[in-house]
């Protein structure tokens, strides 16, 4: 049976490289290719929580094929508990695996095992790369609210060299410069806060306070935009969403708009000037330049995972979350279904590898 | 392996080298009493398996019990960890655990966990397949798991002590004593287990990580006998206190601590034509449970189960017996994630067993609950046997149950949603015994059809909640077979079950997650005076691990030897043995990424006195 799948897996990547061999040909002179999962994009599945793995999918730009689960084809091993996102950095690519607390790191084209990080990781969450160094958020022990923070990982040994002590709950993270603006989410509680991290000196230079539990961000231009969920009906306290504007140059909130007090907004994406999100099974959209947040929206579904690519939006649906989900691809001009793709167990991320 | 497993079983079966455990009936002597006199006297059409004291004292836990020895798969979290059923394919919630009659799932999450049970409590265990929430309520819809303790009225007393020591540091140590006499009878009995549980997962180089685990069980059983009462008085007292195991991905830093006690007071009154059974009870549960083991938060939950129960047996004639039941349960739940709450059940039923002829019988039945703030549908049963031949006995029977949504499904937070209703289910069996000098034969069949399941799954908020959405089918064939037989001081006797198990969701069209369509048990036990062996072994077929039947745990067969010999005089009997737990080494799961336990074995010494 895994000769069979190893076999399937052979024929997709010789299918792959002949495609890409065939499109290069055009060219006179046709570079190596990196490896077969060069041109194409990663879906990010969690996989079971506690009893399995979670897995990577590879799908090729042109969604002319699929490979389902990479890393145990390539390595004949599993990536760990909860693969919770990936990052890349130079020829490599980090993928965290949360309830395993550790950090696969493998060749991005090749998916080759390179390294596996686990000293001085607990309950990671999402890395980035500055420079030479990776930064990956940490929850601590997820039921103690003081023991977070970010890793700093020398990426030339990949190992954890130092850590900085953070508020509760730290989970998205962008670089900006030599800036890292960290979104603390809250863990299994609440927060509302932005850490600004200097990597030059790995310090915290400055937090600033948002709306409750921000969950995704993106840069434009200078502007970073935080959609912050507000606390959920369960909370002590429940509290409405917001979208939240930050200046990356003061470090201050510049812009606050507030949804009504049931709404819990997730999976800010953007491209170009648009922003987009999800709120109760709807995806909507907004152009930075709005003064006020849409009411109509553009595409209907849950989605786990969401990004805005192209022209595209890939959206992932976890399904029952017991197995596999699909991967879905709209067109953001006509908002039409272009793709559906089964994909792994509980598919979160999406991640273009060029 | 699985063709080989069953061709093996039909060939055994076909040449009618085989018995069964089952027996149809629990003698009833006038001496030995037993508090469930529902099984006894209101099962006839359903097929019961007792298992004896010897194989209850050769096991650990009672997941070990059943897995050797019932079609029942058991979906264990790593040795020793939380275990639960699957009986006939239902789900975890939908096997009633009834100890001395009552009713003991747990009221915050509605299942057993059968490594909490220990089964030397027990003096038998009886396996009652099929239907039966109008005698035993909610959650009787796979099938019951009756714990029964006897009293037996006659002068005797005995002593038992076990002691066993094993590999991965497994100490167990049990102690019973019965003391009787024609009006009193007395027992009390101790048990406890600890483990390092650090088998290693074969094909790997990791172990079980935090696996230890340690359970202590004690508890006593009093009778008096006046006249015409009869007064008694079961308790028992359950403390464990586990880590929970790694899985091969994912280390585990939890711990877990329960504490069970039950008490049941009985007063019967028997008249000539009627009997007349007042019983009070209470039931306390109480769990901690700290994702660090390092640290000292928990999440908790605790409940109280108050419950007053009056039937009145009456012999309408000869040969029609009925019997009026009136029960009222008060539940006060309390736990970190679901406040505190209570329901009050009250309820009727109504049974009749009618032997029309000696060689037939027929039995109905009809349940109604009340003030409950869900649905409390009209439940019913209806039940026959009928012995065709000296050599051939058919039993019919069908049933409506149902299954109350738990605490934790209404109350949790967050998700707990108060408007569930109870799932119900539908179902009928139809059941062959053969008997053939010491060959016994069993055949059934069963169909269950469930709806209104509750599942978790998000809201439109990302909340996980509960709804009554799921419908699933059930049905599939069970063969049993016993033989016996010695020569001169040779003793053999043979024991096998098979079963196919078919349970799909209806939306889905997919079996159901952990429900091997194969299962098959096989127990030897050669006796030559005071030694014997004994090999048992399981098969456990493919079952899949996720809802779209791509995920699967692989099928696997375990065998254990045991070998035992018997010292000293027949007041004083010593008994040696070793046990050797799968003998093949064979890497097996029963929870996908769970490695179980590699082979193993353990010396035991057992004193009667």
Known sequence: MKIFKQLTYLLVATFLFVSCSSDDDAIDSPPLPLGDYEAGFFVANEGPFGTGTGTITFVANDFSSVSQSIYNTVNSSDIGNVVNSMGFYAESAYIVANNSHLVQVVNRYTFESEATITDGLDNPRNFVAVGDKGYITNWGDAFVETDDYIAVVDLLTNTVTETIALPLGPEKVIAVGTNLYVAHQGAYGQNNLISVIDTTTDTVSTTITVGDVPNSMVLIGSDLWVLCGGAPSYATVETAGSLVKVSTATNTVSATMTFEVTEHPSLLTSEGSDLYYTLNGEVYTMDVAAATLPTTSIISGFFYGMTAHNGKLYATDAGDYASDGTLKVYDLATQVEEQSITVGIIPGGIYFNN | ??????????????????????????????????????????????????????????????????????????????????????????????????????????????QTDFNTIAPQASDAITVRSGG??????????????????????????????????????????????????????????????????????????????????????????????????????????????????????????????????????????????????????HLYEQYWYFANRETNNYDGGRAHTLLSDYAFDYKLQKDIKLSFNANYTRIEGKGTNIGTNTRNTLTFFLMLHHQVTDAFSYGASVRQSFLNDFDNPFLFSADASYKVADWYTVKANGSKNYRVPTFNDLYWNAGGNDA???ESSLQGELSNVFHFGKLQLEATAYYIHSNELIQWRPNASGVWMPENVSEVENYGGEFSATY??????????????????????????????????????????????????????????????????????????????????????????????????????????????????????????????
Not at chain 2, 505 to 530: D, I
Not at chain 2, 539 to 557: C, L
């Open chain 2, 484 to 609: 016996k037989t010695s020569f001169q001081k040779h003793d053999f006797e043979i024991q096998a079950n098979y079963a196919y198990t078919k349970a799909f969701n209806v939306e889905k069209q997919k079996q159901q997650l952990y429900v091997p369509f194969h299962k098959a048990t096989g127990l030897f036990t050669y006796t030559y005076n005071r030694f014997q062996f004994e090999y048992q072994s399981y098969y456990n077929g493919k079952a899949f691990t996720t809802t779209d039947n791509k995920g699967s745990v692989k099928a696997h067969s375990v065998s254990n030897i045991r070998t035992s010999y018997t010292l000293g005089p027949k007041t004083n009997l010593i008994m040696l043995g070793v046990n050797a737990n799968n003998i093949f080494n064979t890497y097996y799961e029963n929870v996908a990424y769970r490695p179980m336990p590699n082979r193993n074995i353990q010396t035991f010494i057992n004193i009667k006195f």
């Open chain 2, 420 to 422: 569930l209703q109870p």
């Open chain 2, 132 to 281: 039966g929430s109008v005698p035993y309520g909610s959650g009787a819809i796979g099938g019951s798991i009756h714990l029964n303790n006897e009293m037996v009225f006659k002068e005797f007393s005995e002593t038992d002590l076990k002691l066993l020591y094993g590999s991965f540091g497994t100490v167990e140590g049990n102690f019973k004593t019965k003391m009787a006499s024609k009006t009193m009878f007395a027992d009390v009995h101790v048990n406890f287990i600890s483990s390092e549980n650090d088998y290693e997962y074969l094909e790997t180089d990791q172990k079980n990580e935090n696996g230890e685990f340690n359970r202590f069980n004690a508890g006593t059983d009093i009778g008096f006998k006046r006249k015409n009462h009869l007064f008694t008085w079961n308790t028992n007292y359950f403390l464990g206190k586990r880590n929970f195991s790694n899985t091969i991905t994912a280390i585990s830093r939890s711990r877990y601590e329960d504490v069970t006690t039950r008490n049941l007071f009985s007063w019967k009154v028997f008249g000539k034509k009627y009997e007349s059974t007042l019983k009070v009870a």
């Open chain 2, 1 to 110: 392996m699985n063709r080989q497993y069953c061709l093996i079983s039909l060939f055994l079966l076909c040449c009618g080298f085989f018995g069964n455990a089952q027996t149809d009936t629990i003698q009833r002597l006038d001496t030995v009493v037993l508090n469930d006199s529902k099984l006894v006297h209101f099962s006839e059409g359903f097929k019961l398996q007792t298992l004896s004291d010897s194989i209850l004292d050769n096991h650990t836990s009672l997941t070990d019990v059943l897995r050797f020895s019932t079609p029942i798969y058991f979906k264990e979290n790593g040795y020793g960890m939380v275990s639960s059923p699957s009986f006939r394919g239902t789900n975890a919630s939908q096997t009633a655990v009834i100890w001395n009659g009552i009713p003991i799932n747990s009221a915050l999450n509605g």
